[in-house]
């Protein structure tokens, strides 16, 4: 039986399929403005530069670097960076939206990325936001890729919260002040976040797991 679609009309469905998967892609690896976000927020305050790293406990030249997009901050930078400004975590990652509920759709899945090295080209990890959507929200969500043999941070990170993080692909290694475990695919761990704490990627290929976190209320 001789098909009804003719070579071109074929061709074209092709290309439009191949279009349509390359913008949605495109829209899954778009990264979030976070340090764009920071300033913004910081300047609607009032609040100079110098007065919110001194308030976050980071150093002035960090944040100035963070705000013109120069380094990507870790989580536990931005979650001292909104409880300085008081305000919720969610405001950094949404400019504009505050449902009461949310469905993230695969295609929209908001992008971080950042590089232990500072070269924003070559992240060492990236992370996908899974709750954006609902401003005043008080925990993060996120699917976490770390490269082998790459650390989380460049040293132990404490903030206020809790976090909840599960394997879902490879291995890692977690310290814990002067502890250190390792995590399987299928093991899980929570801990309270003023515990300093470090993650690193043990597996020859890069290692994905759920992190949830509890960032507690802005007081």
Same mark, same amino acid.
């Given at each position: 039986?001789?098909?009804?679609?003719?070579?071109?009309?074929?061709?074209?469905?092709?290309?439009?399929?191949?279009?349509?998967?390359?913008?949605?892609?495109?829209?899954?690896?778009?990264?979030?403005?976070?340090? @764009?976000? &920071? %300033?913004? *927020?910081?300047?609607?305050?009032?609040?100079? =530069?110098?007065?919110?790293? +001194?308030?976050?406990?980071?150093?002035?030249?960090?944040?100035?670097?963070?705000?013109?997009?120069?380094?990507?901050?870790?989580?536990?930078?931005?979650?001292?960076?909104?409880?300085?400004?008081?305000?919720?975590?969610?405001?950094?990652?949404?400019?504009?939206?505050?449902?009461?509920? @949310?469905? &993230? %759709?695969? *295609?929209?899945?908001?992008?971080?990325?950042? =590089?232990?090295?500072?070269? +924003?080209?070559?992240?060492?990890?990236?992370?996908?936001?899974?709750?954006?959507?609902?401003?005043?929200?008080?925990?993060?969500?996120?699917?976490?890729?770390?490269?082998?043999?790459?650390?989380?941070?460049?040293?132990?990170?404490?903030?206020?919260?809790?976090?909840?993080?599960?394997?879902?692909?490879?291995?890692?290694?977690?310290?814990?002040?002067?502890?250190?475990?390792?995590?399987?695919?299928?093991?899980?761990?929570?801990?309270?976040?003023?515990?300093?704490?470090?993650?690193?990627?043990?597996?020859?290929?890069?290692?994905?797991?759920?992190?949830?976190?509890?960032?507690?209320?802005?007081?």
């Amino acid at each position: 039986m001789k098909s009804n679609i003719k070579s071109n009309d074929y061709q074209n469905f092709l290309d439009d399929l191949k279009g349509y998967y390359q913008e949605n892609e495109q829209k899954e690896e778009e990264n979030i403005p976070v340090g @764009t976000r &920071i %300033r913004q *927020i910081r300047q609607m305050q009032g609040v100079d =530069s110098a007065t919110l790293a +001194k308030n976050a406990g980071i150093d002035k030249k960090y944040l100035e670097d963070v705000e013109s997009l120069a380094i990507y901050p870790d989580l536990g930078t931005i979650i001292k960076i909104t409880n300085a400004l008081k305000v919720s975590t969610g405001s950094i990652f949404d400019s504009d939206s505050n449902r009461s509920y @949310t469905i &993230i %759709r695969k *295609i929209d899945r908001k992008k971080i990325m950042r =590089s232990i090295s500072g070269v +924003k080209e070559h992240p060492d990890y990236e992370y996908l936001s899974l709750s954006s959507g609902v401003i005043s929200r008080h925990m993060e969500a996120f699917i976490v890729t770390l490269k082998s043999n790459v650390y989380y941070t460049e040293e132990l990170s404490t903030h206020e919260g809790e976090e909840f993080l599960y394997m879902l692909e490879g291995a890692m290694k977690i310290k814990l002040d002067d502890k250190e475990e390792t995590l399987q695919q299928g093991d899980s761990i929570f801990y309270h976040s003023t515990i300093p704490h470090v993650l690193k990627s043990i597996s020859p290929k890069p290692a994905i797991l759920l992190a949830v976190l509890y960032t507690g209320y802005p007081s």
